[in-house]
C-alpha cells in the first residue's frame, strides 16, 4: 500500500457534486474529498483486508452473541428497555434486517488490526461507494477498486423488499439540516429504489406520534404510519429523546423496525474490543484492549477511546504513562476502553507533511464490499481526516 | 465476477456469482460495482417525487388522510366515532343553525320539492306557518388552527364552539345540519373556510404530535454518525 500525488481533476469541485457529494470542502476550506493523491494497493493485499474484514464481522458477532447471552449487559450502562430492545433484536435477528456496518483498519504494510466497529451509524459511504468509483472510471478506468458497496446495498435493500409485506414502505430519517447525513440518507433512499421499495425521505423532528384515531402510531408528514425505518442517528440518542420510550414500545412490540437494529448499539460500543481480546486473546487481527487502565499502562503505548465517541471525539494517546496526542470532543463523561496503540500507514504529502491512513472497510449484508481511505495529519483519525480515493491493479 | 451489463434486483438476487462467496479468492479480477447509477439528477427526481404528498399537510388539519365525512343520524351514532361530549354540542349547534339558517317556505309543497316528500316540518310562526327541512342528522367539523394555534380568524363568529372546554381538548369542533333531499340522498352543507368535516377512520380525530426526535443532547454535539 503506497500513497501516490497526482493533479486533481479540474473540476473536481463540480464533479463530486455531480455524484452527490455536497461536502468535499470542510469548514476550513480544505479539501475534505482530496484527489491530489490516491492509495495504491496490490490485489493481495486487497485479498487480505477483504477476508479479515469478513473474519473480523465473525467475531463481532460472536463476541456479541455472548454479551447478550450473559445478561449482564446492565454493567455496562445499558437500562432494562435498552437491553430488552437489544435482546429482542438478536433473538430475531432474521426479523430485524441490518444493512451495513464500517471496520476501521490499521495497516502498515505488514499487520493489519482492527481499531474499532463502527456498526451503528457507519458514515463516509457516498465517498466510498459512490465518488470514488466515478472518479477510478474517470482517471483510471483500467485499473481496480475494492468497491461493490453500491450493489451489496441494492442486493441487501432487496432481500429486505423480498421478505417484507408487499408494499412495505422505507422510511428514511437523520437530524435536519446537516448536508453530510442528508446526502447519506438520499442516496440509500436511492438506493432502495434501486430495490424497487417505495421510500420516503424525512427529518428526525418531522416523524409525528399519532393517537385519537386508533392506537399511537409513528407517522410521516402526511400521517402514513412508519413500519421500517432507517435512522441514521446512533439508538442511544433516539432513546434519550422524548419520544424514546413510544419508540421502544413499537418496537418491542413488533410494530416497528430499526434498520439498523438495537443490537448494533453493541456494534459500536467500543467496550466490544476489550470483549473480542478476552474471548479471542492474541488473535491476529485484533490489538489488546481492556477496559482496566492497570493493564493498559502494561501495553506502553495505547489509545483511550470513549466507548460511544465518533471520529475520533475524546481520543488520547498515551506513552510511558504521558498523554501525547488528544482530540476534543463531548463524550468526556463516557466510559472508556484502552487499546494498545497501532501503527497506521504513513507517507508524506506534497509539501512533505506527514499524513495518516486508516482503512475503513465496509459490511454490507454481512459481506466485505469495499474500501475507504480516512487521511489525518496526526495520529488520531478525526471528522476533520479528508477522504482519498484508492485503486489497486487488477 | 461476471461483468454485467445492467443492474436490477431481479439480477441482484437470482445471479448465482454472489451466493457462496466466502470471501478472499473466490472474487478474482474486477472487484468494483458494475454500475453506481447515483447522481444529485437522481436525488431532486426522488425528492420531489417525496415532496409532493406531503405537500400542504404541514399544518394541524386533519383533513389530509382523513376518513370519509360522515352524517350522522343521532348523537349516539356520532358517539361511535367522537367523543360523547363533541357529539352533544355538535347536535345542538346543528338544531340551532337549522332553526335560525334553514330556509322557510309559505307551501309544505314547494318544501317538498326541495327537500322531499315528507322531509318537512312545519312550525306556527307570527304570521302563520311556515315549512322548513327536518333534519335528516348532522355532520362533525373541526375548524383548522391557524400558525397561532387558534381557530382562523376568517371563521363566522359562533361558526366554532369550545365544547364548553375552554379551548381544552375539544375546542375547534363544529355541528351542521344535514337535510333529505328530494332526490332520495342528503343535503350536506358547504365547509365554512377553515372547516373540515370528520368521518371515521384514520384523520378523524386523531392528532399527531411531532418533535420527539432529535432533541437529545447528542443532537446538539453533532449529528454525525462516524
Known amino acids: ?394 | 465476477m461476471k461483468p454485467s451489463a445492467t443492474l436490477s434486483p431481479g439480477f441482484l438476487f437470482a445471479d448465482p456469482v454472489w451466493a457462496g462467496r466466502d470471501g478472499v479468492g473466490v472474487m478474482k479480477g474486477r472487484r468494483r460495482s458494475v454500475h453506481v447509477g447515483f447522481s444529485v439528477l437522481g436525488i431532486s427526481a426522488a425528492l420531489a417525487g417525496c415532496d409532493a404528498p406531503s405537500a400542504g399537510v404541514g399544518g394541524a388539519g386533519p383533513g389530509g388522510a382523513g376518513g370519509q365525512p360522515k352524517v350522522y343520524a343521532s348523537v349516539a351514532d356520532c358517539a361511535a366515532d367522537h367523543d360523547k361530549a363533541t357529539c352533544d354540542s355538535a347536535w345542538d349547534a346543528s338544531v340551532a343553525e337549522q332553526s335560525q339558517t334553514a330556509p322557510h317556505y309559505a307551501q309544505r309543497s314547494a318544501c317538498e320539492a326541495e327537500y322531499g316528500v315528507g322531509r318537512c316540518e312545519g312550525r306556527q310562526g307570527s304570521g302563520g306557518w311556515i315549512f322548513m327541512p327536518m333534519m335528516a342528522g348532522f355532520m362533525v367539523g373541526q375548524m383548522m388552527r391557524g400558525r397561532d394555534g387558534r381557530p382562523n380568524s376568517n371563521s363566522p363568529p359562533g361558526a366554532g364552539y369550545s365544547g364548553g372546554g375552554g379551548g381544552g381538548g375539544s375546542g375547534g369542533f363544529t355541528g351542521r345540519p344535514v337535510f333529505y333531499s328530494s332526490n332520495g340522498g342528503y343535503r350536506t352543507p358547504a365547509a365554512r373556510p377553515g372547516e373540515t368535516f370528520l368521518g371515521r377512520g384514520v384523520g378523524a380525530t386523531g392528532v399527531t404530535e411531532r418533535g420527539g426526535f432529535g432533541r437529545s443532547l447528542g443532537f446538539h454535539f453533532g449529528a454525525h454518525g462516524g
Open chain 1, 1 to 394: 500500500m503506497d500513497r501516490v500525488s497526482l493533479t486533481p481533476r479540474p473540476d473536481w469541485r463540480a464533479a463530486v457534486e455531480a455524484r452527490g457529494l455536497a461536502w468535499h470542502t470542510g469548514d476550513d476550506g480544505q479539501p475534505y474529498w482530496d484527489e491530489s493523491a490516491y492509495w495504491r494497493f496490490t490485489a493481495e493485499e486487497i485479498d487480505r483486508i477483504e477476508a479479515a474484514t469478513e473474519t473480523l464481522y465473525g467475531l463481532c458477532l460472536e463476541g456479541i452473541e455472548r454479551l447478550v447471552g450473559r445478561g449482564d449487559l446492565g454493567l455496562w450502562g445499558y437500562d432494562p428497555t435498552a437491553i430488552a430492545l437489544i435482546e429482542q433484536s438478536w433473538r430475531e435477528r432474521d426479523r430485524h434486517p441490518s444493512l451495513y456496518a464500517r471496520f476501521d483498519l490499521a495497516f502498515d504494510g505488514r499487520d493489519l488490526k482492527l481499531l474499532e466497529l463502527n456498526g451503528d451509524t457507519p458514515t463516509s459511504l457516498v465517498e466510498a461507494a459512490v465518488v470514488q468509483w466515478w472518479w477510478l472510471e474517470e482517471r483510471f478506468p483500467q485499473m481496480d477498486q475494492f468497491n461493490s458497496i453500491h450493489e451489496g446495498l441494492v442486493e441487501a435493500l432487496s432481500g429486505f423488499r423480498r421478505d417484507a409485506p408487499a408494499g412495505q414502505m422505507l422510511h428514511l430519517t437523520c437530524v435536519r439540516p446537516h448536508a453530510e447525513d442528508e446526502g447519506t440518507i438520499d442516496y440509500l433512499a436511492a438506493c432502495a429504489g434501486e430495490a424497487g421499495l417505495p421510500r420516503e425521505v424525512l427529518g428526525l423532528e418531522e416523524i409525528g406520534w399519532r393517537t385519537g384515531d386508533g392506537p399511537g402510531r409513528f407517522v410521516d408528514l402526511a400521517d402514513r404510519e412508519i413500519t421500517a425505518l432507517f435512522k441514521l442517528a446512533p439508538w442511544e440518542w433516539l432513546l434519550a429523546d422524548p419520544f424514546g420510550d413510544r419508540l421502544a414500545s413499537e418496537v418491542l412490540g413488533g410494530r416497528l423496525r430499526l434498520i439498523e437494529p438495537a443490537w448494533k448499539m453493541l456494534a459500536s460500543d467500543k467496550r466490544l474490543l476489550a470483549s473480542l481480546w478476552e474471548m479471542f486473546p492474541g488473535h491476529p487481527l485484533l490489538l489488546e484492549a481492556t477496559t482496566s487502565l492497570v493493564q493498559a499502562q502494561g501495553y506502553g503505548a495505547y489509545a483511550r477511546k470513549p466507548a460511544h465517541g465518533r471520529e475520533g471525539a475524546n481520543v488520547v494517546l498515551f506513552e510511558g504513562g504521558q498523554a501525547v496526542a488528544s482530540a476534543s470532543g463531548d463524550y468526556g463523561g463516557d466510559a472508556v476502553v484502552y487499546q494498545r496503540r497501532a501503527r497506521l500507514a504513513h507517507a508524506r504529502g506534497s509539501r512533505g507533511e506527514a499524513r495518516y491512513a486508516v482503512l475503513g472497510s465496509w459490511v454490507i449484508g454481512g459481506l466485505a464490499r469495499g474500501l475507504g481511505v480516512r487521511e489525518s495529519s496526526g495520529p488520531i483519525t478525526s471528522n476533520m481526516a479528508q477522504f482519498v480515493p484508492h485503486l489497486f491493479e487488477p
